[in-house]
């Protein structure tokens, strides 16, 4: 059975901070890993690795895939209270199109 | 916005009723999934569908049902509501090549 693992589940910090968010995973037939930012409602897509060692930034967020040691991290700079979400990790295995098997999230709170 | 409308958005209902919740697509795509959504448990599959009357179960299928008739709708139906079924439940769309996935807002179902 697929499992994919976030830590820490939740994290308070101020606004400015950096934060690093890990999703472990061990899943049959890797394919992908994706990340998700949800507010209050649909998840939103954020990123999707496939290799390892190749950094995907998009503004102050970034992350990285370790396919070797089976982890991803999501880094946040100077964060803002819009930062405040829940994170979510997934990964993508075998082909077809059996979905995504989920972590439970970290619930980021920015605190002005 | 990935043109995926869910119904209905909140629904209360008492134990022993059926319901069913519908997703509704605008972008033609082939695959279709249906998540609920738990504290402590995050996204978990109940069923997916790759195509016309082609479905199949996930994670959490018991005491659900499936059904996609035409390319741009997949229902979902509980036969006979139970309180362990209260969730947020959520469709999505996906690609094959990518396995990024597009969520709806959700539907919120609270079971008496």
Redesign the interface.
């Given at each position: 059975e697929d499992k994919v693992v976030q830590s820490p589940l939740s994290l308070v910090v101020h606004e400015g901070d950096t934060v690093t968010l890990n999703c472990s995973y061990e899943v049959t037939n890797f394919r992908s890993l994706l990340w998700y930012k949800q507010e209050k409602k649909a998840p939103t897509f954020l990123f999707m690795l496939t290799s390892s060692g190749i950094e995907k930034k998009s503004g102050r967020l970034s992350s990285i895939l370790d396919k070797k040691e089976l982890f991803s991290i999501l880094n946040i700079t100077a964060t803002q209270t819009g930062d405040s979400a829940v994170y979510l990790c997934a990964v993508r295995s075998g082909g077809g199109a059996d979905g995504l098997t989920f972590g439970k999230g970290t619930h980021l709170i920015i605190q002005p | 916005d990935a043109g995926i409308t869910q119904s209905p958005r909140h629904k209360v209902t008492e134990t022993g009723t059926p319901v069913t919740l519908r997703c509704h697509q605008t972008e033609n795509h082939?695959?279709m999934?249906w998540?609920r959504q738990d504290p402590?448990?995050?996204?978990?599959?109940i069923h997916?569908?790759?195509g016309v009357k082609d479905t199949?179960k996930?994670?959490v299928s018991d005491g659900y049902s499936v059904s996609r008739s035409k390319t741009e709708d997949f229902l979902l139906t509980l036969e006979s509501a139970t309180s362990s079924q209260t969730s947020v439940y959520?469709c999505?769309i996906?690609t094959?090549d990518?396995?990024?996935?597009?969520?709806?807002?959700?539907s919120r179902l609270t079971v008496l």
């Open positions: - | 082939r695959y999934y998540y402590g448990h995050g996204l978990r599959l997916y569908s790759y199949d996930g994670e959520f999505a996906g094959y990518t396995g990024e996935l597009f969520f709806g807002e959700g």
